[in-house]
């Protein structure tokens, strides 16, 4: 009990992103989650101010939650993902609380590291925000689909962020993703791309958004400009993905 109260209260003084980071890596070494999950939920929005307000504090906070939201879910709510209504039912369910709110995947992706954009529509679509989400959200970072972790295989790695070096991880992120999942046949000048391209198309201004950024991060060479054909998506769950 003097365990779990020392733990409590060093989560309850640390800051709003050391939290998030200290969660994500619980989920991955075992430890108990629950001292920085009441810390999260414990906070006003006072509290979150430097969330609110500063960029990379913002993308490493919402990223390191959701993969952090994602693994809790598949810990301790495994049939969710399993359930036939898995866009329903998994990625609704409250998986974080934040200063009071119970978040889910949709909530966080869509509504906050997205801007307020829906899952629907291929990117081009808005979404129609909660309080929470209005207060919260950021411009849309197109690099975050190579973050977040939605416990599938095809997903990408899970890494911790950090405000002072989001920019570059993000950077190692997306071109780890990519390079694995990009493939360029120059003779037929096609390239075949990780679906996530088609799913959230507007994110990347569409079609020739998306060979700018390939070239972008050298996943085609940089006179390229290739048709672009969407790679299958693997659902199977792959819990504990860390890279």
Not at 69 to 86: I, W
Not at 158 to 172: G, N, S, T
Request: glycine residues 10%.
């Amino acid at each position: 009990m003097a365990d779990s109260a020392v733990d409590e209260r060093d989560a309850a003084e640390a800051s709003p992103t050391t939290v998030a980071a200290d969660l994500l890596v619980a989920t991955r070494t075992g430890d108990d989650p629950d001292p920085h999950l009441a810390a999260l939920a414990g906070y006003d929005h006072d509290d979150l101010a430097p969330v609110r307000t500063d960029r990379r504090t913002a993308l490493a906070f919402w990223t390191n939650l959701y993969n952090a939201g994602t693994q809790l879910l598949l810990e301790r709510r495994p049939g969710l993902y399993e359930s036939p209504l898995r866009g329903l039912r998994f990625f609704r369910a409250d998986a974080v609380t934040v200063a009071g709110r119970g978040l889910g995947l949709d909530a966080i992706e869509q509504g906050i590291l997205r801007g307020g954009r829906s899952k629907y529509g291929l990117g081009y679509l808005p979404r129609v925000p909660w309080p929470f989400e209005r207060r919260y959200r950021i411009d849309c970072d197109p690099r975050i689909h190579f973050a977040l972790n939605c416990g599938a295989e095809s997903c990408p790695a899970i890494r911790a962020y950090e405000p002072a070096r989001v920019d570059d991880q993000l950077d190692l992120a997306t071109e780890t993703y990519l390079d694995a999942g990009v493939e360029y046949d120059p003779e037929a000048g096609v390239a075949r791309v990780p679906r996530l391209f088609l799913w959230y198309r507007g994110d990347f201004g569409g079609a020739s958004g998306i060979r700018a950024f390939l070239r972008e991060y050298g996943a085609v060479p940089g006179d390229a400009d290739p048709t672009l054909r969407y790679d299958s998506w693997s659902w199977e769950r792959a819990k504990g993905k860390f890279a």
